[in-house]
């Protein structure tokens, strides 16, 4: 089967080709000049956007998408420089970033760690980005943010909600501007005690995965601290699609409140159908049966149409809000695509302008100079009234507003409306709370 | 030379070369200009070339050979992924015992797997090793959290142990001190060429899995498993029992596939379930066919091609289709733009899917089939074209 025939030639080849890949590690020995990854040299600088344009998830990121090229407009100096007029900080003038034009490369998540990790690399390696921006679900914003401390860029993390994002997965590299489910709990406590006093039987169906974990822990805590007693919890699968086999067993449990800690899609489904089932016509221990949904969104409440109307559920901002931020942003973003800014286009439109910012006032690209911008950074005129970015944890400390499915909208776009608009105080945790304990931030990291 | 034919030495030597000049050949095009789009040529995705460049010769060595068409492969991988990880956690960040183990772990799970899915032959084995990976990927997602951080993804923190971690290691995956992520860019005029360690260790392991495959096809093993493939009942007539044979062709391919889940976590030091998830075997099939089934560089080519259209067309958004027709008048050009982004970005599936219909349709032995064609056509009107070595009578390799 085997012949064997050493040629002169023959072995003169295959000497040369392992001599060639014994010498060639030795080329990696040298040392680059660049002082950071990334180094912005010419005239523009490289933003990257990552976010799910596939999937469960797929419609969040494609508005946080939206948002961040009406960000890189308004750094450019293009259209009507949307929040740039009303923020506190007022360094940034409408020239790029220090200057430099600001470009911007994009990538498909598909809501899958792996992927995002791989077009978060290609971004880095390939096209010079300097700071990631997005993620439109928890586990993919922890899976790039750690590529991001390693390789030595600023993540600029969008949608994620999970407490682990800035707890026990934190970064010193990472940044988060959106709430958490901790914070979500902390608001909606008092408002259900209100609507639905203290002897409540709850029943949790939780998605799968580091955000539906710690957003059900909170909600076990703020709603157990009220007296309610938790019936159940029960896990189910990401972009499961059907969730009748789930909810059919909420209705002999006793439990008096459906508590869906889904997102997305998956949210739209369960939600839908638990109102096909006619969970909420039911009366359990002489109550009404109610639904709560901890973490809503405007594209959740178009998709969940009739099904959202009397819900509660909190979010980091509404496009309904009164402040001079919320008018600017929702102007431009209106006048661009039609149709007003959902919460997840706006934490990616306020992050890309933060980032922006601290660069400008560190007056570097430095990685470690803006995370040093950044921590303790309080600003205003985002939208969300003062706002701080704790620098134990990189996290946004701001208003919580809590809504409800309205009853009568008049519009597609106002179909949830706000019912308080919870203080900042009352939302406030101490960075060693055991919900966050465990992380570190580590060093910051300029890689190379 | 090395105990194999010339042909055989030939190809080796070719695939020697392109893995090697690799960072060189991948980007044809100078850094700034507007085709840079294209190129390639960075550690990450010339790493996924490789390894899944790994994977699929594995599969190939079971799908090729013996006919045995595997659903489940993805599963091997992902085992291999989370060993690796687990060795980074528990020891240090050396590559050495991470790749080793994903190879063991693997190959032991495919002795499981392949024992009780070899039961059975055609769709019945498919639809086993399916159900078999499936299984795996929900046990990885939700019932053993605890050895694989569910959706969240196997990571290494700095509160894990690492025994054998020593003072002055690296933080980040190495070889005895030298680290994968490290590489050198070499700038000539406009062009930058980047040569990365992670990338030629995978590069290296690739060459040598590949030069095992060419030795398992040309010996009387892949013999036998041929025979299996062309007519396992005649061969159980002889009084040969087949399924050994089918059996050890199943465990190789799949510490292949351990092999290159090992490197993935080498290369990037976490692990997530969707890694066996089936669409992933699916992935390695697609690329098995695109390439070529049963040939020796087909599923190399076939793992290229798609790794390519996934990282590059990927990436194409509207505003670089824009910039792209800027010259045409605008409406055609919103024209030619609303079409063209249906097949890039989040629609690169739909151009990967049709271009395997055309090489299935028109090039039923992959893309190796089409260079063969050209090949011949290109001897034909130099007027060489031999009536000794017909095209029919050519294995497709």
């Not at chain 1, 949904?293 to 099904?307: D, H, K, N, T």
């Not at chain 1, 496009?319 to 600017?328: P, R, S, V, Y």
């Not at chain 2, 090729?64 to 992902?78: I, N, R």
């Amino acid at each position: 089967m085997t012949t064997r025939n050493f040629t002169r030639r023959g072995v003169m080849k295959s000497t040369a080709v392992t001599a060639g890949g014994l010498a060639l590690p030795t080329i990696f020995t040298g040392s680059s000049a660049a002082a950071f990854t990334n180094e912005p040299t010419g005239s523009t600088v490289t933003l990257g956007f990552n976010v799910p344009q596939t999937g469960a998830y797929a419609e969040e990121g494609l508005d946080e998408l939206r948002a961040q090229q009406l960000a890189v407009e308004h750094l450019n100096g293009e259209g009507d420089g949307g929040m740039l007029n009303t923020f506190s900080s007022k360094v940034l003038d409408g020239t790029g970033i220090m200057g430099k034009r600001v470009e911007f490369v994009t990538g498909d998540t598909q809501t899958k760690s792996d992927v995002a990790r791989a077009t978060a690399q290609s971004m880095i390696q390939k096209d010079g980005a300097v700071m990631i921006n997005g993620g439109s679900s928890s586990g993919v914003a922890i899976a790039v943010q750690g590529l991001c401390q390693e390789a030595g860029v600023i993540f600029m993390a969008g949608l994620t909600h999970s407490n682990d994002t800035t707890g026990k997965d934190k970064k010193r590299n990472g940044f988060r501007h959106f709430f958490n489910g901790y914070m979500s709990g902390a608001a909606l406590g008092p408002v259900l005690e209100q609507a639905y006093g203290n002897e409540r039987r709850a029943y949790h169906l939780t998605a799968d995965y580091t955000w539906g974990w710690t957003q059900e822990e909170s909600m076990i805590a703020a709603t157990e601290a009220l007296g309610w007693e938790t019936v159940e919890t029960v896990l189910t699968p990401v972009g499961a699609g059907d969730f009748s086999s789930y909810i059919a067993p909420v209705m002999n449990s006793g439990a008096d409140v459906l508590i869906l800690n889904h997102y997305g899609g998956d949210m739209v489904n369960s939600l839908t159908q638990a109102v096909q089932f006619g969970l909420r016509d039911r009366q359990v221990n002489g109550n009404n049966f109610e639904i709560i949904v901890p973490l809503y969104s405007e594209l959740m409440a178009a998709g969940a149409g009739e099904a959202i109307k009397g819900v509660y559920g909190s979010m980091n901002w509404n496009w309904q809000l009164q402040d001079e931020g919320t008018a600017a942003f929702t102007r431009s973003f209106g006048e661009k695509y039609g149709f007003p800014p959902s919460g997840s286009a706006h934490t990616c439109y306020v992050q890309t302008l933060l980032y922006a910012d601290a660069v400008t006032r560190a007056g570097s690209f430095n990685p470690c100079a803006v995370v040093e911008a950044l921590e303790g950074f309080e600003f205003d005129g985002m939208g969300n009234g003062p706002t701080l970015y704790r620098a134990e944890d990189h996290q946004c400390f701001k208003d919580v507003l809590v809504m409800k499915g309205a009853e009568n909208p008049t519009t597609p776009f106002d179909n949830l409306e706000i019912v308080e608009v919870t203080p900042v105080e009352q939302v406030m945790y101490e960075p060693d709370h055991p919900m966050f304990a465990g992380g570190d931030l580590g060093e910051c990291n300029p890689g190379e | 030379m090395l105990g194999i034919g010339k042909r055989d030495t030939t190809i080796l030597l070719v695939v020697a070369f392109m893995a090697l000049a690799a960072p060189i050949i991948l980007n044809p095009f100078p850094a700034n200009s507007a085709m840079a789009q294209f190129n390639a040529g960075y550690p990450d995705l010339m790493q996924r070339f490789v390894i899944f460049g790994i994977f699929a010769i594995g599969f190939n060595i079971l799908f090729g050979l013996t006919g045995y068409l595997s659903f489940g492969h993805a599963a091997f991988l992902g085992a291999g992924s989370y060993a690796a990880v687990w060795m980074f956690k528990l020891l240090s960040f050396n590559v050495i015992p991470a790749v080793l183990l994903s190879i063991v772990v693997a190959a032991l799970f495919s002795v499981l797997i392949g024992f009780i899915s070899l039961r059975r032959s055609g769709i019945y084995f498919s639809i086993l090793t399916l159900a078999f990976a499936q299984m795996s990927y929900n046990l990885a997602y939700s019932v053993l959290t605890p050895l694989t951080n569910g959706e969240t993804g196997l990571q290494v923190y700095t509160s894990d142990p690492q025994y054998l971690r020593g003072e002055g290691d690296p933080i980040v995956t190495h070889l005895f001190g030298l680290e994968m992520r490290a590489k050198e860019t070499l700038e000539l005029g406009p062009w930058a060429f980047d040569f990365s360690v992670g990338y030629y260790f995978c590069a290296i392991l690739m060459l040598i899995s590949f030069y095992i495959s060419i030795r398992i096809f040309r010996s009387p093993f892949g013999l036998m498993l041929r025979a299996v493939k062309s007519n396992n009942h005649r061969l159980s007539y002889t009084g040969l029992n087949s399924r050994p044979y089918a059996l050890t062709a199943f465990i190789i391919s799949g510490a292949y596939a351990g092999l290159a889940g090992g490197l993935l976590a080498a290369m990037d030091p976490l692990a997530g379930a969707e890694r066996m998830q089936w669409t992933a075997s699916g992935e390695v099939v697609l690329m098995t066919i695109l390439g070529g089934a049963g040939t020796l560089i087909g599923p190399v080519l076939g793992a290229g091609f798609i790794k390519y259209c996934e990282n590059i067309f990927s990436k194409i958004n509207e505003n670089v289709l824009h910039s792209w027709f800027a010259a045409l008048p605008d409406g055609l050009e919103t024209g030619l733009v609303w079409v063209a982004s249906k097949f890039v970005g989040e629609g690169w599936h739909l151009t990967l899917g049709l271009m395997f219909m055309l090489v299935v349709i028109f090039l039923p032995g992959g893309l190796v089939e089409g260079g063969q064609r050209i090949g011949r056509a290109l001897r034909r009107r130099r007027g060489q074209d031999e009536p000794g070595r017909s095209a029919a009578k050519e294995p497709a390799e």
